[in-house]
């Protein structure tokens, strides 16, 4: 949320949506009561550099050609026009969440994911190879309960995450595209792409110094991802 990061790390004591989630469980608690059940759709950010694109698009059409020597051509020409490019493709969305506050206590669950890649075409000759390929995607549920405690200005927090991830490193030839070009998809997948799990727990707490105060001060502190956000292969 373009507001939320705004604010910074300040977030994590000012709490009061599902964004919460992300910074500090406890600032659940602080979702309007009258608001009742709070549902959030598809916020999506998306980055893409220039060109990519048509890069892809090029691409699409060396695979389309039958004939092997025409494709293994193909498929220097193209690396030869897009040498020295770096591209990047960035797409992060909250798929859907929904939240609701209570007299004493709040809840919250979000379903989100998010896609980055990012190749580079090389001259082809040597370790380099044709074309470098990093790529990770991963999807996941995070749900969060928060209850207060002295008065309410006390508000505490846990969460749990739970994802899948799955990425590809690696360089290609052009011998290894043109071999593979019928099903380029499908060797990818059968052998190159690794993918794991994880999970992991959030805990947080904020404390409301002075509620009768014209500035209100709260402090607050949060401990994200405690336990295993090692996704093994991935």
């Not at 797409?91 to 379903?111: A, H, M, W, Y």
């Not at 991830?165 to 011998?175: E, L, Q, R």
């Not at 994880?198 to 405690?226: C, M, Q, R, T």
Request: some cysteine; hydrophobic content about 40%.
């Amino acid at each position: 949320d373009p507001a939320i990061m705004g604010m910074g790390g300040a977030y994590t004591a000012v709490g009061g949506s599902i964004n919460s989630l992300f910074y500090n469980p406890a600032g659940l608690s602080k979702i309007k009561r009258e608001a009742g059940f709070e549902v959030t759709l598809l916020k999506i950010n998306t980055a893409l550099s220039s060109k990519v694109l048509d890069f892809v698009n090029d691409l699409q059409d060396v695979l389309d050609i039958e004939d092997e020597t025409e494709q293994l051509t193909a498929v220097n020409d193209l690396v030869e026009k897009y040498l020295g490019e770096n591209f990047h493709l960035d797409v992060q969305t909250l798929l859907f969440g929904i939240s609701k506050s209570f007299e004493k206590v709040s809840f919250g669950i979000t379903l989100v994911g998010s896609l980055q890649e990012n190749f580079t075409p090389h001259q082809g000759a040597g370790t380099d190879g044709l074309i470098e390929v990093h790529t990770k995607a991963y999807g996941g549920i995070i749900g969060g309960i928060s209850s207060k405690f002295l008065d309410d200005r006390l508000k505490t927090g846990i969460a749990v995450k739970y994802f899948f991830a799955c990425g590809i490193d690696h360089t290609f030839t052009a011998s290894e595209i043109v071999e593979n070009s019928d099903d380029l998809a499908g060797y990818v997948e059968d052998n190159l792409l690794k993918s794991g799990t994880a999970l992991s727990f959030d805990v947080g707490l904020i404390y409301d110094v002075k509620p009768d105060s014209f500035w209100h001060p709260e402090v607050a502190v949060s401990i994200l991802n405690v336990g295993d956000l090692d996704f093994k292969e991935a």
